[in-house]
């Protein structure tokens, strides 16, 4: 699991947001849409991989 400190979190999504126009609230939108995305894929293969990066917590 990928590990940041909250500086680092706060910068990335700043940079993120500047990038693409848009404010840091669509990115954190985007970023948690994707996240539950990727949770509830019925896909075993894609379940796995999803529980390699982020681990099993809710």
Do not use: Y
Not at 5 to 17: H, I, P, Q, T
Not at 40 to 51: I, R
């Amino acid at each position: 699991m990928l590990k940041f400190s909250k500086r680092d979190s706060k910068r990335l999504f700043k940079e993120v947001a500047r990038l693409h126009g848009v404010s840091v609230a669509e990115v954190r939108e985007q970023m948690e849409f994707a996240i539950e995305s990727a949770r509830n894929n019925p896909d075993p293969q894609k379940q796995a991989e999803f529980q390699k990066l982020f681990g099993t917590e809710r």
